[in-house]
């Protein structure tokens, strides 16, 4: 299977609920990062977590990640219809550059 | 104001023309990177640069593309001749310093007709 590997690949949830998104990597890696995209417009980064980092929050956004199991979580809590978008987790296992390798990604709807 | 801006937003050509897609920060960034997103797919890495120079590419940049930096600011990818298959999301994404995560633009969406 690929590199950067999110599930589920859609979810559909309730205004106020939390939606959690999973993504597993193969390789090791420095740092993931979980990016957000509109339908059909640009990407736009949420957050980084580095290897030697398990937990990292940023206003309703919670990630984790556990290198042992090569996984990573996105957690949003009380969603919004705003939140409507697809998210992607991206790892850079590369030295200097930061070349990222994209997951496939997870649709998530948020209904009023 | 946004931070990146790219430009057009929207292209559409005709298969075997030449197109330049642009990338211009708004602040100085040291990390340029060229990705594309197919409809329905991945976003995949082509090329990143450096320094003016390329620092490393995909397989997916073959010699139909190039980039430079033309006058220190703007970014550009040029593909020589296009394919239906180049019709895309193309994405320039930014960074300040390494490993602190990307500033990505809007995007252009390439049509090859």
């Known amino acids: 299977s690929q590199q950067g590997e999110e599930d589920p690949q859609a979810l559909s949830i309730q205004e106020g609920e939390n939606a959690t998104m999973n993504c597993s990597y193969k390789t090791s890696i420095n740092n993931l990062q979980w990016y957000r995209q509109n339908s059909g417009r640009g990407l736009v980064h949420l957050i980084l977590?580095?290897?030697?980092?398990r937990e990292k929050h940023s206003g309703r956004l919670r990630v984790t990640l556990d290198t042992s199991k090569k996984s990573s979580s996105l957690l949003i809590t009380a969603s919004r219809a705003a939140d409507t978008a697809s998210y992607f987790c991206a790892t850079d296992a590369s030295t200097g550059f930061q070349k990222l390798v994209f997951g496939t990604g997870t649709r998530l709807l948020v209904s009023p | 104001e946004p931070e990146v801006t790219q430009t057009p937003s929207h292209q559409v050509t005709q298969m075997g023309q030449e197109v330049i897609l642009r990338c211009v920060p708004i602040?100085?960034?040291?990390?340029f990177y060229w990705y594309r997103q197919i409809l329905g797919q991945k976003v995949e890495f082509l090329v990143s640069?450096?320094?003016?120079?390329?620092?490393?590419k995909s397989e997916i940049f073959d010699d139909q593309f190039s980039v430079e930096r033309p006058d220190g600011s703007n970014f550009t990818l040029k593909i020589r001749s296009t394919k239906l298959e180049d019709s895309a999301m193309y994405f320039c994404?930014?960074?300040?310093?390494?490993?602190?995560?990307?500033?990505f633009g809007s995007g252009t969406r390439l049509t090859v007709v």
């Open positions: 994404g930014l960074e300040r310093q390494s490993n602190y995560g990307y500033t």
């Open positions: 602040s100085n960034h040291l990390y």
């Open positions: 977590i580095r290897s030697n980092e």
């Open positions: 640069f450096y320094n003016n120079e390329i620092s490393e």
